[in-house]
C-alpha cells in the first residue's frame, strides 16, 4: 500500500483518517480548543455529584472513581449526553433545523436535578456566546435565537454536537472527544476531592478509555428514543449534593 507523505500542512489540508472518514487540520485544531480546559465555560467549577459521593465514602479511590464514571457513561448521564451529541450533530450535518429544536428541547428537560440542569445549561450557555463571538455561524446563530424564543435552556452536549457537525467533524472523532473531556473533567474533580495524585488522574482517565469507546458505539448506533438512565445513585449524589454543608464545585 502506498504511503501518502504530507510535506505541508495549510487549513485545506485534509487528513485521511480511512476511506470513509476525513478530517481537516483546522477542524481537528477548533475541536482542540472547543474541549480544552482553557475553553471559558466554566467546567472546572462541576463535579456532576462527585462531591458528595466522595463525603459519603461511596468514591475513595482510583478504583472507586473509575467504577463511579464506567457507570455514568455506560449507564447514566454520560450514555444520555452522548445520544443527544449524536442526534445533534446528525441534524447540523442535514441542516434539519425543526428536528434540531427537539432534541434541544427534549436534551434540555432531561435532567434529573436541578444541579444537572444548571451545570449543562450554564456551560452551554457560555459555549455558546463565545462561539458567536470568535467562531460565529448562522445556522447556530438561528437556532440560538429560536431556542431563546421558545425559553428551552441550551444543553452543553447539544451545542457541542451542533458545531462539530457545522465544521465537519466526523462522528467518530468527535463523540469520543466530547466524552473523553467529560471524563478528564470529572476525574480532575475527583483528584481534588478524595484526594489523588496526578499520576493516578491519568491512569483513572487511560483505564475509561474503553468505556470512553464503548459509550460512543452505543451512542451512533442508539436513537433520540433510547434515551434514560439506570444509574440512580448519580441523580441520587446530585440531589444530595444541593444541601451538602461544604462544598467546592456548583453540582
Avoid at 480546559?37 to 461511596?58: L, M, R
Avoid at 449526553?81 to 434540531?100: G, P, Q, V
Avoid at 463565545?130 to 447556530?140: A, H, I, N
Amino acid at each position: 500500500m502506498a504511503t501518502a507523505i504530507i510535506t505541508s500542512i495549510t487549513e485545506n489540508t485534509i487528513i485521511m483518517i480511512d476511506r470513509e472518514c476525513s478530517l481537516s487540520p483546522l477542524a481537528f485544531l477548533r475541536q482542540q480548543t472547543w474541549l480544552s480546559p482553557a475553553f471559558p465555560i466554566g467546567a472546572y467549577s462541576y463535579s456532576h455529584g462527585i462531591e458528595w459521593a466522595v463525603e459519603a465514602g461511596q468514591i475513595r479511590d482510583r478504583e472507586s472513581l473509575v467504577d463511579w464514571l464506567d457507570a455514568d457513561l455506560r449507564y447514566g448521564s454520560g450514555r444520555n449526553e452522548a445520544i443527544f451529541f449524536t442526534e445533534a450533530w446528525k441534524c447540523a450535518t442535514s441542516h434539519d433545523c425543526e428536528k434540531l429544536v427537539e432534541i434541544a428541547e427534549l436534551a434540555a428537560a432531561y435532567r434529573g436535578t436541578s444541579e444537572f440542569a444548571l451545570e449543562s445549561s450554564q456551560q452551554a450557555a457560555s459555549c455558546l456566546e463565545t462561539f458567536q463571538k470568535v467562531w460565529p455561524d448562522r445556522f447556530l446563530g438561528t437556532l440560538s435565537e429560536i431556542v431563546c424564543q421558545l425559553r428551552i435552556s441550551p444543553a452543553l452536549s447539544v451545542v457541542l454536537g451542533i458545531r462539530s457537525g457545522i465544521q465537519r467533524i466526523p462522528s467518530t472523532i468527535a463523540l469520543p472527544a466530547f466524552l473523553q473531556s467529560y471524563v478528564a473533567n470529572l476525574v480532575t474533580a475527583g483528584t481534588r476531592l478524595i484526594p489523588l495524585g496526578q499520576t493516578d488522574g491519568q491512569l483513572a482517565i487511560a483505564e475509561l478509555e474503553k468505556s470512553v469507546l464503548a459509550a460512543s458505539a452505543q451512542a451512533e448506533e442508539a436513537s433520540i428514543h433510547e434515551v434514560g438512565s439506570a444509574a440512580f445513585m448519580l441523580d441520587l449524589a446530585s440531589a444530595l449534593h444541593e444541601t451538602q454543608y461544604t462544598r467546592l464545585f456548583r453540582s
